[in-house]
């Protein structure tokens, strides 16, 4: 029912330049240097990919927890590219469907890209992909054994591809051999201070003589709890304070803000 | 069959209020103040979908001991909401039907909420939505996956979503990844003796004398457990006393209340 | 193939007094004080249920050794509830039906007690219904999800329903939370020594001076074991002497009696 | 698919005399006291059920070592009973079927036995039935269920049904729960020394001098090991023996009955 | 399916007397007395089951390591027979059926046997037709049920039917109960260094003073190994000198041997 | 529906010397001493077939780190045998394909060679021809025991074949009892500092004062990697400098090639 499966494959895939979009919501802030350096090495691989002969197929992994800009990078790298075939396969519009479905619906990006000379397929949120639960653990080999046979596969002559994976389970993926498939590995960092500090004076809705001891409790903290802390912190205790904060005219209250941080950290 | 199951899916659900309404056949009583910073915190939360415009989808974990009251608060914030789309998700409804079938109705409350420009989804004992069980354990990892990525997945632009999630599991929830997709996560408390005393004077069934002995005697118990034991006080060792108590005639004897005590919990 | 199911479930089920008088073929003895104490109990609660504003939904457990009257009683408490709906919900009128099928013949007991104002679902042997076996453990994940569902799920307003369970696996109905969703359970005791006498008076089997002796043998036995045990002995150990002693014209010999123990007890 | 596999079931089963004839193919020797008594017992039981009012269904498990001799008695106590309805349930008839055909064929068995005023139901070698295998363990649920049900399901009023299990495995089948369900459990022994010398004096293949070592080399052997041995042992060393030994006119040297010995027995 | 499996049998399954001379290549070199042993017992039980009355079905397992001659042993019995019914049941001609199906051609070789009055059914490497793998462990327990009762099963009055069983997994066969089902047991040695000695002699290709090392090399060695080694070696170090020692021109370089000897046995 | 999936198999496989091109896409280079003796070693079992009367089947396993040069070897090996038929069995053609179709395509080769004097089958990869997975671990039962029945059986008269598998799980396959089903087994090693020189000067990419310190840094590492890192180390720190390399104006910086080195290695 494989066979059946790819033909439930619609045959276009919709704009994938929305996708990567959708991933970059809040368009791309500083997060300091670590995160740059990751850019960068991830962009010299799309140099190699384009001008080497020896190697037609480069994959990366972006590993991190959750929450910390993985799929965001993976997109920008992406849409920095410049390639022609630039697609992500996300759990997210394969709801429901049946493991060899979706199986399916990879294989068929891959062929897709095997057509281009020049490709990046994303794999975003490789566990999530794979069905993964902690628990049993759970996944599906089906999946897992595709993808396996796909990150090895060669492309046909002439053609080239960059896979970019991303994962906050890397310890599973590694221990169901995935880690050895990907040529390269990098660990996307939660916030440092420092790097909180940027984020905080690009945001400003703090006072000057508070940004410093925010930004020291906002230490390890992946970048998307730290915008949802800062949207919490910005309604006030009682509610309705958030335009005045985004305009400007007032500032978040720092006892409110350790408040909120209760809320989101969990221990 | 998912596709088919998506067809078994009745075009409309009924009306939501009711089944809001149904979460607290008894109404609301006070139950004492960390029951009500909750109820606070969660108004702020829907505050926040409604003016934010960095978070389009918040979402909250309400866990707490069996029947501590989890539903009907998370009930008492859809309707205190005043969202145009308000919609529990629950086992009940969902009777014997096949895995597949419930992700069906799950994505299809999602769906409908997408449409609204405001939005509030209650998912209503997500242990049970997850078909859990603690041996084994088993679970559903069709419906856990689909969570896992409606949690998740962002609504489409201009849209905002805040999904409420309720459980007595959250440990389970805790291992398979649940509470990290969760903003927030809440503990409803179960009656400290003071809580427990503010019902049982709004109830005035036990002697003034007695009323202390009872609430120090109901401690660490959770609510629905509380009326159910005064209830069955009520009816008197011989029956029939139910009547004159409840109209004030009679007072509970407090020697049989805590002979129904032993018979409620457990050791 | 769940609602295909619903179609097998025949109209009707037959008349129900037969099926509860069926768990009584022997009539009921006075098995002593807590057996009184307990149909009492569960007495208060069939009026607490008619008379309740409160709790249209009340669940009680009937849990004990294998063999001790726990059906016995629940039929009893049915028969003299005089409720118009009184249903037994046993795995003998299931045998070999698909797990889906038991569990929509479950369903429709609920969906007919809901139509009468006032009722009562014995669940019999739900480590039966449940198909448990203690190796793995195995049992059916669909049928506890139904009934731990059915067993909070309340009635349409106005509508009353008591819902009786029986096991002799109360730890393994512990064990997957079943036991939390019952208000209230009692544990049904085998016999003592003073009980064992009282059934052994009633029977009037044994010589004036052997009862305290094969009372003392029989401590701790369940009441299922007693009848087979007395019939054996009743035989004679020649066989043909059954009828001298029902007819009181013989005792049974107690050395013979003592040597059927050995065959019943297991050690 | 079980109403589907009722009608697989052929209408009648064949001549069951025949099926119970089968289980003593050699006749009945004397094997010893301890075999006498299970016997007379098992007589008893069947008596209890004829006369009986009270215990219109009685259940009794031969378990011991394979090859004991546990279907061969289980054969003669129905041939033995008079009984218009004797049935013997066996894996052999059902070999390669599917689980619920297998049940089907079962419950067609009781039902059968439930028309006739007195019957005797066999179950045959009860782990096989349930297609049981150590490791795992594994075995088929399905059939479990049904006997489990069977095992406690009580006759039409005026019907009498005795069943008679028999298994090498009673470890398994206690830890299961079937063991609890037997009203009785009786062990078919192995053969004793001086159980051996009876055997081997009927037979006559020894000579005088030698039949009490071989007794003793034989203490402790299932009665089917015992015949297979002497089988072997009478060929001879060279082979062509053995008309000579059944004739009379030789004995088994009784060096080459050790060697053999060596071959049969497992350390 | 099973019923339907049985139609998939063709009707008769070819030249079996092919398939038994196919386990013997080579032809039957002397392997050392041990072996010549478990030939001439294997002989005795095919008189027993000819001359026999009271032994119609005997079982016998042939165990070994890989490669020790066990099916060679077993087809030499059966074509030594000259019982008109001789049938090798090998997963060889069963490769990718279903397990069922697979039961289907098994069952249809013994009721093919229970037709002549003497057979002889050879179940070739029993783990094999268990699709036995020893991670899990696992393997086709429909299977295995079916051989455990047709290693039970009688065969129809007046005819006798012997079943020889060969394994390399004694001990997976012995813990789900196989061995005890089989009569007699015989263990099938690998080569001791005087065994080995005298197949080297009949080859003869060594020089005589190379003899004595090469066989103590060769101490413990399964039969099919040391042939494959003896073709390794006779190749020579360069190639092409295979001819020339076959034809005796020349001998094997001993140096050679040894290096060919790390590369087949395994530490 | 084995026989179903067969007749899905197409009828001709395509050029199977393109895929043994494919899998030494930039040619072989010497990889020191080691290499070359498993290449001649594995140039004898050729002969060996090609020669033998009494080994009309050899088998032949190649192990090793994941990317050492299995594969390159295997195809080599193939290529130089100048056989008739020479087939490469590989997951990469088989992706998303059911498991019993896997199996009818894995027969169909091996059917095909059987048809061929002589023959050399690569299964290529066997852990993912398995679709094995370490967490569990789980695999493929089904195309296990068929590879294992294929890997034992003999071709047809006349016929001959040599079978040469890879693999980089030689633990796990061991523990299913491949290993023991290859006659031979081989393990490719890594590069040494001595070999990695080697190939170092062959590409003359360092300038010659580093060559030493790079090929230190290369101990032990696959070819595979070795190459990936050449080229990521090319485009130099900025990018861009990779023309510059190879067409030997420059030199990669010894620096910038640790770092690089970083990246791929995993600790
Ligand atoms: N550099 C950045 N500047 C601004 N916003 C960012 C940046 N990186 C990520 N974000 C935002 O933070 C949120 C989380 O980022 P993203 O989804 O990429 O993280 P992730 O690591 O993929 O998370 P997950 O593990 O949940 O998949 C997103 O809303 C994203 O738009
Ligand atoms: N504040 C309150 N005042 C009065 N009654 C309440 C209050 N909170 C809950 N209840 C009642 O207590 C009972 C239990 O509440 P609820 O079902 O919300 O608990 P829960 O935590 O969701 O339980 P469960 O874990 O079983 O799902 C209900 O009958 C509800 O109407
Ligand atoms: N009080 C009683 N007086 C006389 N007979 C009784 C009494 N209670 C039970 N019995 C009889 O004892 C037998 C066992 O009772 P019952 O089936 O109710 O036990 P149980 O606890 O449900 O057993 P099980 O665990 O097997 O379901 C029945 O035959 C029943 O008629
Ligand atoms: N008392 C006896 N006299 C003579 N032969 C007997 C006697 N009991 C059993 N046998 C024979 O011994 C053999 C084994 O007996 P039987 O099959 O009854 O044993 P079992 O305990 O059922 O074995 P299993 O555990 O294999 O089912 C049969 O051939 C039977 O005919
Ligand atoms: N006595 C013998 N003389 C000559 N060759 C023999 C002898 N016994 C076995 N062989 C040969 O040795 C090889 C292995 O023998 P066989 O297949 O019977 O072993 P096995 O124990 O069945 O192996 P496996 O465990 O792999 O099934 C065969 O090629 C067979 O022809
Ligand atoms: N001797 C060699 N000279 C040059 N390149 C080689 C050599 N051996 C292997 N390679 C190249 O190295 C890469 C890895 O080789 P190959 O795929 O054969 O390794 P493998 O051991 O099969 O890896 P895997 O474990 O991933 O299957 C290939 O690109 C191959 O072309
Ligand atoms: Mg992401
Ligand atoms: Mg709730
Ligand atoms: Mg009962
Ligand atoms: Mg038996
Ligand atoms: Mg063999
Ligand atoms: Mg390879």
């Known amino acids: 029912d494989f066979l059946h499966a790819l033909h439930e494959v619609p045959p276009a895939f919709g704009a994938s330049t929305d996708d990567l979009a959708r991933c970059r919501l809040n368009g791309m802030a500083d997060c300091g240097d670590r995160n740059k350096h990751i850019y960068q090495r991830a962009m010299l691989l799309v140099e190699q990919v384009k001008v080497s002969k020896g190697s037609p ?3 990366c992994l972006l590993e991190g927890s959750s929450g910390s800009g993985k799929s965001a990078l993976a997109a920008t790298v992406g849409i920095d590219s410049d390639f022609p075939y630039v697609k992500i396969v996300s759990a997210e519009t394969m709801i429901g469907l049946h493991e060899s479905t979706k199986c399916a619906q990879i ?32 996944f599906s080999n089906i999946i897992s054994q595709t993808l396996l046979v796909l990150l090895k596969r060669l492309p046909p002559k002439g053609k080239k591809l960059l896979v970019i994976g991303t994962t906050s389970e890397v ?20 916030l440092k201070t420092e790097d909180a500090k940027k984020v905080l004076q690009q945001l400003n809705v703090f006072a000057e003589e508070d940004v410093d001891a925010a930004a020291e409790a906002l230490n390890d903290m992946p970048i998307k709890k730290l915008y949802m802390l800062i949207e919490m912190a910005a309604q006030g ?8 904060i985004y305009s400007g005219k007032q500032k978040i ?7 909120c941080l209760q809320d989101v950290v969990r221990y």
């Open 57 to 59: 197929l480069v994959t």
């Open 107 to 138: 294989v068929k990006v891959f062929e897709d890209a095997y057509k281009s000379p020049l490709s990046i397929v994303i794999l975003d949120d490789i566990e999530r992909l794979l069905e993964y639960v902690a628990i049993g653990p759970r």
């Open 171 to 190: 310890g599973f993926l590694d221990s169901i051999g995935f880690c050895d498939t990907f040529s390269v590995t990098y660990r996307v960092p939660t």
């Open 237 to 244: 205790e009682q509610g309705g304070a958030s335009d005045a």
């Open 253 to 259: 209250n720092i006892a409110h803000f350790y408040d």
